[in-house]
């Protein structure tokens, strides 16, 4: 400045201390003594990713738009979490700053981390550091990704293996839908959106299906298989790759994997085969043959061909990771669902009532069916909420005839979640509705919650089973049914 000298020159110190880039963060990073703060940390997948960092020895901060038992107990467990969003909850000092796909670049801690030059990366990304450190285990597909991952984590944990692993639902039996274990193994649900999966680092892989999905993402099915492509490129020469061997789609993607490749199904000349032996309420036994020969006997505990083909998979990996035959059947027989699964809330007057995360066509076919044969109901009410309306918008006549078993179908508003306001003008309940009418089933419109709990109330008798079905949130009125029942059918 005019007038002083270079020795009265004073620098300012920086706002904030240095931290590193992301060019830092290597696949031998460690977060011990790290501060970690985590954007959105009340979800399954990041609250899990928070357990995992707190346990690595990080100093794990975090924030969610309102509280919930997550972010009570990862407080509980040390993490510093606020249940508002705003910049100056950022720590002064940070070493990363994770955020989750529902976390949009105006929020106000992200913009902030941005400005101060803190290293930020995505939930998926922080989920590839960690495990680059471990040997990874990734189910994708798009269906049956949490209870396959769920399964594999449970048969790994009883045969002593102690996994660590992140799971998009809570399991009971698992403590939650994340856990942290001493053992070499790291278990986690790939979700294809946003291409997250590309961002793992996994050793051991399965891919159950592929259909068409998030399409406010991907412009059709090509651009989702090839984001399949890309994942499977992820696995090393040593590693393996399990897959659905009855899935056109999927064989379409396998020729650029550099791992071995094994098959599973029911029917065909597969590495892994289930023979059905038969079925008690949908829950399926069935042989495991391995090549040309008998390795195990699996009975499940929960109903669906589905959940068959899942445990078939599970089988394979576990397999793999070391774990005998008998343990891994013993273990499935015993595996009793992923939270949000045909989830069975309660009984009143006779009248069942279940929840389910189904939100895709298929999904929503054989839930039915495998609700149909396990609870045998006089009739089969459905509360199903679509989710976003570029997913209902592109598969409306798929949807209207998966609920081919059910006898009465009731459609709240369409969930919205990150869809535009132009998205949202092109499609509405309605139109689910009377496309069902179209497919020959039987569908009304209801707006409100309050109306759709009364009207159930009194049309449901003894024998008959409730469905609410959905991923946004339609499970509140299960017990919101429950009650109403109780109200008005006591002594009854």
Not at 428 to 449: N, P, T
Request: with cysteine.
């Amino acid at each position: 400045m005019i007038g002083l000298t270079g020795s009265e020159i004073k620098v300012a110190p920086p706002l904030y201390p240095a931290v590193p880039s992301l060019r830092d963060f290597t696949r031998n990073w460690l977060p011990v003594g790290q501060r970690v703060h985590l954007i959105g940390v009340g979800g399954c997948g990041m609250r899990g990713a928070a357990e995992m960092l707190l346990r690595r020895g990080a100093i794990v901060s975090g924030s969610d738009r309102a509280a919930s038992d997550a972010t009570a107990i990862l407080a509980s467990h040390g993490a510093k979490v606020y249940t508002t969003q705003a910049a100056d909850h950022l720590p002064e000092s940070c070493h990363l700053v994770v955020y989750s796909a529902a976390i949009k670049e105006t929020n106000p801690e992200l913009a902030e981390a941005r400005r101060r030059g803190y290293p930020v990366m995505k939930y998926s990304q922080l989920l590839g550091l960690l495990m680059a450190q471990q040997t990874g285990l990734a189910i994708a597909g798009t269906h049956g990704k949490s209870t396959t991952t769920a399964m594999v984590a449970y048969v790994l944990r009883r045969a002593g293996c102690d996994p660590s692993y992140v799971i998009g639902a809570e399991v009971e039996q698992l403590g939650g839908g994340s856990g942290y274990g001493e053992g070499e193994h790291f278990v986690v649900e790939a979700c294809e959106y946003d291409r997250s999966f590309v961002n793992l680092r996994p050793r051991l892989a399965a891919i159950l299906n592929i259909e068409e999905d998030h399409l406010d993402y991907y412009a059709d099915l090509d651009a989702i298989e090839e984001a399949f492509r890309d994942f499977i490129a992820l696995l090393p020469a040593d590693g393996l790759l399990v897959v659905n061997g009855e899935d056109r789609n999927v064989q379409r993607v396998l020729a650029g994997s550099v791992a071995p490749v094994e098959t599973f199904g029911f029917e065909g000349n597969f590495n892994w085969r289930a023979n059905i032996l038969d079925s008690n309420n949908g829950c399926i036994r069935f042989e495991v043959w391995r090549g040309d020969r008998v390795l195990t006997e699996v009975a499940m505990s929960i109903p669906g061909r589905h959940n068959a083909s899942n445990a078939l998979a599970a089988m394979a990996l576990c397999f793999r990771a070391g774990v005998e035959p008998e343990t891994i059947a013993k273990a499935l027989g015993e595996f009793g669902g992923a939270g949000r699964r045909l989830t069975l809330r309660g009984s009143v007057a006779g009248v069942t009532v279940v929840d389910d995360y189904a939100h895709h066509p298929t999904e929503i076919q054989v839930t039915l069916r495998a609700a149909r044969d396990f609870y045998r109901p006089r009739k089969m009410f459905v509360v199903f909420q679509p989710h976003q309306h570029s997913r209902t918008r592109c598969l409306l006549n798929d949807f209207a005839r998966s609920f081919g078993s059910a006898d009465l179908v009731i459609v709240p508003d369409i969930f919205f979640v990150r869809d535009s306001e132009s998205e949202r003008d092109l499609i509405d309940s309605i139109d689910l509705v009377e496309r069902i009418h179209a497919q020959g089933g039987e569908a009304r419109y209801e707006k409100s919650f309050e109306r759709i709990v009364m009207q159930l109330g009194r049309e449901v008798r003894e024998g008959d089973l409730v469905i609410t079905m959905g991923a946004g949130d339609v499970w509140r009125m299960a017990d919101q049914l429950l009650d109403c029942l109780k109200q008005t059918r006591s002594g009854k």
